[in-house]
Structures are given as structure tokens and as C-alpha cells.
């Protein structure tokens, strides 16, 4: 049987524990770890699945609104909707000097309750999302970011 001593206030205490005692233990810790991941609502959501029945459902719809791009908030038009999957997807324009500029939106999860992240693509790159909704889901306040960066520019919209 292993020994395990531990050195406390310059006393050392030593005790035997069998291997079942330890793994016992260690169960305990993992179970306790994931009750606590489980009430606290740390595990995200992910909603690839069904939006059907879910907040995510509400999203679904077109909003006008603005993005930050060009150095100026562009009028923009951002609709989500389900894909033939059951995962979230949506599109968008931006009104650039009179030229429309159309864009996708994949990828899109739930985050947590009424904030989601999705992917944008469009003719100038690829980054990040990441829209807030409002209690009743009439409008999102959002931040988009380039690839690998963290969204920072403002996105939002109004149904």
C-alpha cells in the first residue's frame, strides 16, 4: 500500500489509504465537480440541435439595424433563421457608400440565455459575433471581431 505523508505546520502526518479509498475519492471529487458545474449553469449551450421550442426560436426573424464597418456605423439588415439541420444560421447586408454588401452568419450557438455567437463571413473576412438580445427579443446589441480577435465593434438591430 502507498504511503502518503504531507507536511502541515511542520508536523508531518502520515496515513495508509488503499487504492480503493483513492479512487472512491477521486469519483467523489469528479461527481461533486460536475453537481456543482450542473446548479451553478456553467456548461454552455448548444443549441446545433432544435432551436424548436427554445429562446433560440424567438431570435429567428429579421432586424434592421447597424455595423461598425468603414470607419462608421453602416445601416444593415441581419435576419437568423433555421437551417435545414435544426442549427441557427442567418445572412446580412450592410449599405456601404449606396453598395449593398451581402454576408453569412454559420456556427450560431447559444452562449448563455439571450446571448448567442456565430460566425460572419463575408467579401472583407471571417471573425466573430456575438449578440445580446433584449428581454422580448424585438432587438440585439452586438459585438463583431476579425478572426482570432476578440469582437469589439458594434452590431445591432431592431425588428
Known sequence: MP?????????????????ENIVKGTNYIANSLAASLVLTGLWS????????????????????GQI????????ATTEFREAEDGSLEGSYTMNELGEMV????????????RVMHCVWNDVYGTGNLEVTFSEDFSSFNGYWGEENSKPEFPW???R
Not at 449551450?45 to 434592421?64: C, D, F, I, K
Not at 451581402?102 to 440565455?113: D, F
Request: with cysteine.
Open 3 to 19: 504511503l502518503i505523508s504531507v507536511r502541515f505546520n511542520q508536523d508531518v502526518i502520515s496515513t495508509k489509504r488503499s487504492k
Open 45 to 64: 449551450l448548444n443549441v446545433n440541435a432544435q432551436p424548436s421550442g427554445s429562446w433560440m426560436e424567438q431570435t429567428l426573424g429579421r432586424y434592421e
Open 68 to 75: 461598425w464597418a468603414a470607419g462608421d456605423l453602416l445601416p
Open 102 to 113: 451581402p454576408g453569412t452568419l454559420s456556427q450560431c450557438e447559444a452562449v448563455q440565455v
Open 156 to 158: 445591432n438591430g431592431s
